[in-house]
């Protein structure tokens, strides 16, 4: 195999692997957003007992995430349910 097409077939591969990595980002950043926004409007008191741990690892997990990745979590699911 020559170096030009070695070249474009792992310019390829990287493309691919982006492609890839974005895609899921996008799902995950959906993932993110319907759980921010049910932590927003969740009331803990209403929940049962045997959530409540899960409950709080998820509203602990969203409060962690950073501003901008948050704020593009909410687009996210946003712009999908109209």
């Known amino acids: 195999m020559t170096a030009p097409t070695m070249q474009n077939t792992g310019s390829f591969m990287l493309s691919n692997e982006i492609e890839l990595l974005m895609s899921e980002r996008a799902k ?7 759980a921010a926004q049910f932590v927003a409007v969740m009331d803990s008191r209403n929940l049962p007992e045997r959530v409540a ?7 602990e997990s969203v409060n962690a995430l950073p501003e901008d990745t948050l704020k593009d979590a909410l687009v996210s699911i946003s712009t999908t349910a109209s």
């Open 53 to 59: 741990t899960e409950a709080e690892i998820l509203a």
């Open 28 to 34: 995950l950043l959906r993932v993110a957003g319907a």
